[in-house]
């Protein structure tokens, strides 16, 4: 391997090859016989002359203590809305920087925010992100659109169904399939128990963060009722690539109507010791009222989404607004309170687990039967009992797992209500077995993006209650 | 997916209509029953102030797509979302390959700052006025634009010391 190619990027061709212009040589950036250096290879090849340089200088990314003043506003969180009283008044020359992370127990994985302090007030902040980057957007392009869900999944590891379920109906769009009923029906059950898990485990770690160190035990205790019920139905307690294209992998294992009865009952013995635990608790209502407000303005503004957005009063969720897997045909509510605080994230979370759990039951009593994967032959392989009487069957199969199946030219953006907000996939297909580009709106970059806002003249003590409540997972963020 | 599906009865709702009045050189489609409006991108930040307006005033998303060779080379797509009704809004810019620039929409809506920045990142696409345009998810030493379409994926030549196979 010692003469990679200049281009290897899933498929070669373009889409909309007819509105190219004329077709020229591929880029040769070095020319035969040149030596390569290991730096060659990172250089792209036909870049234009573009000075780029200017805007890469060490420490670009690191805040500075003479900044200009857009980026100040930036930092100080009033490009929106100055909505804090504490705000007038000129520095004192008393500041100094830190930094929070990147490794740090509180920050929810390798986030890093650089803060500058006046005595124990935060005047600045700008989160620094990508130590988890792992290009992951890049990967999907050299990945069949079968193989996508395993990718995807592994972005925002606390909710990897929604992941999977998004990608799974943007291929389908591109595609045209409709998948069965019962699929459907699994798909929405699976989801809605990963956002029990995911605000479960959310509740838990916060509740740690801000010192209710037993609700670290129980959050996680109920969390585990879920994740055996996963781990039996896909074999797997997370990354499960169970949703794919056309359907999902398996039915639905023996006894589990009992199952999700058990989750059910257990998660909502559990929903109620919170409450009584947490939200009657004087040190816990002072920590969290008030605490990391975020307007309704800002958050639009932002791009803020989910929990985070409803919390500050307004109702918007993609399972009402963009009913996706037939999800509307069940009964639930939306809560939204006002105040947009850490108090209105916890409340809008514990009746979130509330309404998911009354889908899950609403979906265990009317699961349709059924295939549990489109008969599209197109994209589901042949039973596997076929496969050992006949040859076409074997080569059909084979196929299906070596080339993938082609996809329609087109783009599409589809959105699903993960556990964070909305999770946006935006799909390019040139007509081949993988696609062109995918991209992946994580609802937790917006959210890091909108932490200068919420952070500023709070006690440094808030911090770390105020980044909880925004639920950033880091591999959703930086992919 | 140009004039002629605009021309032919492509109905456009409420709030694209207003749009469509106002920018003539925004070319309004349907792609996959999801609206898409291709604009100039002289025009954008003046289109997106107006779209705001209009109610799309949550900002979703803005990521670019390398299409190599086609002409323009790259596309930006910014995604907006109206909540009442909810509507979503899809704006393709086309962005030439020999002077990779865009306007930056982060006056207007600046929730698009750090995806400005990706997409500077990951593509070398240029966002003009952008108050800090630097690289967000790569390290500030980083060389090229990885989601480039002529980068090559990651693969280091291996230098095998004149191993002596012969035996």
């Known amino acids: 391997m010692s003469n990679p190619p200049d281009v290897v990027t899933g498929d070669t061709e373009a889409p909309d090859a007819a509105a190219q212009s004329a077709p020229s040589a591929p880029h040769d950036v070095h020319p035969a016989g040149a030596r390569r250096t290991q730096h060659d290879l990172w250089l792209s090849g036909t870049e234009a002359p573009v000075d780029t340089g200017r805007f890469t200088d060490e420490g670009a990314q690191e805040m500075l203590l003479e900044e200009d003043a857009e980026v100040l506003a930036e930092q100080m969180g009033t490009l929106v809305a100055d909505d804090y009283e504490t705000s007038t008044g000129g520095p004192s020359d008393e500041t100094q920087i830190i930094n929070m992370g990147p490794q740090h127990p509180a920050t929810h994985g390798v986030l890093r925010l650089q803060i500058e302090l006046d005595g124990e007030t935060i005047r600045r902040v700008k989160p620094i992100i990508g130590y988890l980057h792992t290009g992951m957007e890049k990967t999907a392009e050299a990945l069949t659109f079968m193989q996508g869900p395993t990718n995807v999944t592994r972005m925002d590891y606390l909710s990897p169904l929604h992941n999977e379920l998004v990608f799974s109906l943007a291929t389908e769009r591109l595609l045209g399939v409709d998948v069965p009923p019962r699929a459907s029906a699994i798909r929405v059950m699976m989801t809605e128990l990963n956002r029990v898990a995911s605000h479960l485990l959310w509740s838990a770690t916060t509740g740690l963060d801000i010192g209710a160190l037993s609700m670290m035990i129980y959050g996680w205790r109920e969390r585990e009722l879920v994740l055996a019920f996963f781990e039996k139905t896909t074999g797997l307690r997370m990354n499960h690539n169970y949703i794919r294209p056309g359907g999902v992998a398996a039915d639905l294992p023996d006894g589990w109507e009992d199952d999700i009865a058990g989750v059910a009952s257990g998660v909502r013995a559990g929903l109620k010791d919170y409450e009584t635990l947490l939200l009657g608790n004087p040190i816990f209502l002072e920590r969290t009222k008030g605490v990391g407000v975020l307007t309704a303005e800002e958050c639009l503004a932002f791009g803020v989404t989910g929990p985070m957005l409803r919390a500050s009063g307004v109702d918007y969720d993609v399972r009402k607004a963009f009913p996706y897997s037939g999800i509307d045909q069940y009964d639930f509510e939306v809560p939204v309170t006002t105040n947009g605080d850490v108090y209105d994230r916890f409340i809008i979370r514990f009746e979130e687990i509330r309404q998911s759990l009354g889908i899950v039951e609403q979906v265990a009593e009317t699961m349709p039967l059924g295939d549990y994967r489109t008969e599209d032959r197109k994209v589901t392989p042949p039973p596997r009992a076929r496969i050992d009487q006949s040859m076409e069957a074997l080569i059909h199969h084979f196929k299906i797992f070596t080339e993938g199946f082609r996809v329609p030219e087109g783009e599409v953006y589809e959105a699903v209500e993960s556990a964070r907000g909305e999770l946006g996939i935006y799909m390019v297909s040139s007509g081949g077995a993988k696609p062109w580009r995918v991209h992946v709106r994580g609802p937790s970059f917006a959210h890091v993006q909108a932490l200068p806002a919420m952070l500023t003249d709070s006690l440094i003590a808030d911090t770390i209650a105020t980044l909880a409540s925004a639920d950033p997972v880091m591999g959703d963020v930086d992919r | ?167």
């Open chain 2, 1 to 167: 997916m140009t004039d002629e599906m605009r021309e032919g009865g492509l109905e456009l709702g409420a709030g694209y209509r207003e749009l469509d009045a106002r920018f003539p050189d925004a070319v309004f489609s349907e792609s996959f029953g999801q609206v898409v409006c291709r604009v100039p991108r002289e025009t954008l930040v003046a289109f997106v102030d107006a779209a705001v307006e209009q109610g799309f005033s949550l900002f979703v998303d803005l990521c670019a797509v390398d299409y190599l060779r086609r002409d323009p080379r790259f596309e930006v797509v910014v995604s907006l979302l109206s909540l009442a009704p909810p509507r979503r809004l899809r704006i393709l810019v086309g962005v030439p390959g020999d002077d990779p620039t865009v306007p930056s929409i982060t006056g207007v809506l600046p929730g698009a700052n750090f995806y400005e920045r990706e997409a500077f990142d990951l593509f070398g696409i240029v966002f003009t006025d952008h108050p800090d345009l630097s690289r967000i998810l790569l390290p500030d030493e980083w060389v090229g634009h990885p989601l480039r379409k002529d980068a090559p994926m990651g693969s280091v030549p291996v230098q095998f010391k004149e191993a002596n196979t012969a035996s």
